[in-house]
């Protein structure tokens, strides 16, 4: 079942980026304070966050909003399955879900980013299999051979 997050959930979809290892220890930080955001003023503004809850645990969640001063162009902030239960669809769910969900609020193209780092292959791989484009690439973005590399889906 997806469902939209709640404060209490912020411990856990924390814990669960963290146990990645994907994310480095800033970005958790900077996760937490978007969480706080979100559920402070962010959501009300319209930002959307949703998580994927299967026999009472969180296994997943996402975290999307319309980019400022565009025409409906919507960004995936956020996508995490907790380690164990990847690579059984959730992530494809909680995508498809992000996508339809800024589709019904007007949205008509969805980016995306990540590291161009090897230990985001999995996630650039997963992102193309699900309809998405390499849009562009900043070399050294978010640290020195750490490429932010944008992707692009027209909805």
Not at 52 to 69: A, K, N, S
Not at 82 to 105: N, S
Not at 106 to 121: V, Y
Request: glycine letters at 10%; charged letters at 30%.
């Amino acid at each position: 079942m997806i469902r939209p997050t709640t404060p209490a959930d912020t411990p856990a979809l924390l814990t669960m980026a963290a146990a990645t290892g994907v994310f480095r220890p800033l970005e958790i930080d900077a996760l937490r304070e978007v969480l706080d955001d979100y559920h402070d003023h962010a959501r009300a503004a319209g930002d959307r966050c949703f998580a994927y809850e299967g026999h009472g645990d969180v296994l997943g969640f996402e975290y999307h909003g319309l980019e400022p001063m565009t025409e409906n162009c919507w960004s995936l902030w956020w996508i995490v399955v907790k380690p164990g239960t990847q690579g059984k669809g959730i992530g494809a769910k909680l995508l498809k879900f992000a996508e339809d969900d800024a589709r019904a609020h007007g949205a008509r193209i969805f980016f995306l980013e990540t590291s161009g780092m090897p230990h985001s292959e999995k996630t650039r791989k997963f992102y193309l299999k699900n309809g998405y484009e390499e849009e562009g690439r900043l070399r050294d973005f978010y640290a020195p051979a750490d490429d932010q590399v944008i992707f692009r889906k027209v909805l």
